[in-house]
């Protein structure tokens, strides 16, 4: 079954205390990128992954870091974590193929991150 | 000014009824139109694409493009309680990146 997997599903920190989010998906797509949902604001995008060791700002990167040794995985990485990173984070990923601009995004279920 | 504008709602109807949904938009060199549907507690999924301007229908879903008032809209006929969740449009250009709405929320009450 294709799957987009994203860990711990919910997470109460504190502030200051570095958190990884994991992602991982069977579907051996090339693309991978991370999103936060805020009330209003709808998904924005954080970073994102065209292929292993290719990775590139999303509309808001500051205060996140990513990394993508494998193609399978694309962690999400809080170094300092802070109060206005409290939101729900979906990973997403979707093949790339030549000339097809529009290929349906695959979502994780979600991060529920709380920063306190 | 957000790129994509899309009323939050929520959006209360009878079940039976249609649900009408829209976006606005800014960027004229958006090509590809979509609509993803989201559950509580779940990741978005892709619900219905359109290229360039025009109609699309999917059973109960229709989706139309309108590139010259820069809108588009979902309806969906004969509402069901299982089609209660949370809408987002989402358009790119011929580059791939993909903006959203910020979603409008739909209840259908039995």
């Known amino acids: 079954e294709a799957q987009v997997t994203q860990n711990p599903r919910y997470l109460i920190t504190v502030t200051g205390k570095k958190l990884t989010v994991t992602c991982s998906q069977n579907?051996?797509?090339?693309?991978m990128s991370w999103y936060r949902q805020d009330p209003g604001l709808g998904l924005r995008q954080i970073y994102y992954?065209?292929?292993?060791?290719?990775?590139d700002k999303g509309d808001v990167p500051e205060g996140y870091k990513v990394s993508r040794k494998e193609k399978r995985n694309f962690p999400l990485i809080l170094e300092s974590p802070s109060p206005n990173q409290t939101s729900l984070y979906f990973c997403?990923?979707?093949?790339?193929?030549?000339?097809?601009?529009?290929?349906?995004?695959?979502f994780g279920s979600g991060t529920q991150l709380s920063v306190l | 000014q957000k790129e994509v504008e899309q009323d939050p709602g929520p959006l209360s109807v009878p079940e039976g009824a249609i649900v009408s949904l829209n976006c606005t938009y800014s960027?004229?060199?958006?090509?590809?139109f979509m609509w993803y549907r989201q559950y509580s507690r779940k990741g978005p999924e892709l619900l219905m694409y359109t290229y360039s301007s025009g109609n699309k229908e999917d059973g109960r879903f229709t989706a139309q493009v309108d590139k010259s008032s820069k809108y588009i809209s979902l309806f969906i006929r004969d509402s069901q309680p299982s089609d209660s969740a949370t809408y987002l449009c989402?358009?790119?250009?011929?580059?791939?990146?993909?903006?959203f709405g910020a979603g409008t929320q739909v209840v259908v009450t039995p």
């Open positions: 960027n004229s060199a958006f090509q590809y």
């Open positions: 997403a990923t979707r093949p790339i193929r030549e000339g097809m601009q529009n290929e349906k995004l695959f």
């Open positions: 989402a358009m790119n250009d011929s580059w791939g990146k993909l903006q």
């Open positions: 992954s065209m292929n292993v060791e290719v990775t």
């Open positions: 579907m051996n797509h090339e693309y």
